[in-house]
């Protein structure tokens, strides 16, 4: 039976693959380049197989190689859910938690969520990363984040899900708008509005016109912008309207502006804020811990 004597030969293996380059890896690995292509050499000799092909102008990993180094991946991935299962045993939320956040939450939420869990839980080191969804739930998939925040609904794989609260979107205009006459709206007084929407890869734009019933809407003649900063600065500018989440309102992103923030009277359309997390991650305890203190934040004026 084939047997390797150490994970730190399946580290070396995996830091390759993502640098690709045996001095990079090596310095990944706070190793010599020495001491980390001998553990790739002793892994080789005890699978009896060629994981990597050596030349002077690249690391090429021969497809025997690329499959050990995914195995590989999950392998350390096991081991490092063995060792947070024991630390979360004796005290929940302390050491290293690595969040994905989407950009349309981090910086309304975030700023409220940030100081009560490090009130609560002072050892938590948390490592915070804001990327679009697709993107975050790729890293959560290969290991490389614990948990994310994200807006449902998304289909997040084989992730486990768990919803926190609603979010709802409010029409941002101008105050001269004939939109803000109105105290409230209905979705259906967005029909012939211009409206200015987020990007392509931006979830937002997906779940705003969904619950707006706008869903088949043709974005051709809609502006778009890369972030919730922008869009605003083009509504100022009499560009169009905007459907933003009540968290960004919340959070003054209208301030000293010439706008307005309007409610819908009818079905209150709104996104679903939660968390996903790896099904077969030994942290969900934890995660709902953490949870609750974002649900807690939820609403909080900076």
Not at 7 to 20: D, F, G, I, S, W
Not at 112 to 125: G, I
Not at 188 to 207: F, I, Q
Not at 277 to 291: C, I, N, V, Y
Request: with cysteine; glycine share 6%; charged share 20%.
């Amino acid at each position: 039976m084939v047997q390797i004597n150490s994970l730190k030969q399946l580290r070396y293996l995996t830091a390759l693959v993502e640098h690709q380059h045996f001095g990079r890896a090596a310095e990944a690995c706070h190793v010599s380049q020495s001491t980390l292509s001998a553990g790739l050499k002793e892994l080789e000799t005890q699978l009896g197989v060629t994981l990597v092909e050596r030349t002077n102008r690249s690391v090429v990993f021969t497809a025997l190689g690329q499959s050990i180094a995914a195995q590989a991946q999950r392998v350390l991935n096991e081991a490092t859910s063995l060792t947070e299962l024991a630390a979360a045993a004796g005290e929940p939320l302390t050491g290293p938690l690595r969040l994905g956040v989407i950009p349309t939450i981090a910086p309304f939420l975030l700023p409220q969520a940030l100081p009560r869990l490090r009130r609560r839980y002072p050892k938590l080191k948390l490592y915070l990363t804001e990327d679009q969804t697709a993107r975050l739930l790729a890293q959560l998939e290969e290991g490389q984040l614990d948990l994310v925040l994200l807006a449902l609904p998304y289909d997040c794989g084989d992730a486990v899900t768990w919803p926190l609260f609603e979010d709802r979107f409010d029409l941002v205009c101008r105050e001269d708008s004939p939109l803000a006459e109105k105290a409230s709206l209905h979705t259906s007084d967005l029909a012939n509005v211009p409206l200015l929407l987020l990007a392509e890869g931006h979830c937002m734009t997906d779940h705003a016109l969904s619950a707006c019933h706008l869903a088949q809407r043709n974005p051709s003649v809609d502006l778009t912008a890369t972030s919730l900063t922008t869009l605003v600065e083009m509504v100022a500018n009499g560009l169009g309207s905007t459907l933003l989440p009540e968290m960004a309102v919340k959070a003054q992103l209208l301030k000293g502006g010439e706008l307005v923030a309007r409610p819908f009277a009818d079905e209150e359309p709104y996104r679903e804020i939660g968390l996903a997390w790896r099904a077969t991650s030994p942290r969900e305890t934890e995660f709902k811990l953490l949870g609750e203190v974002l649900q807690q934040a939820r609403g909080v004026t900076v």
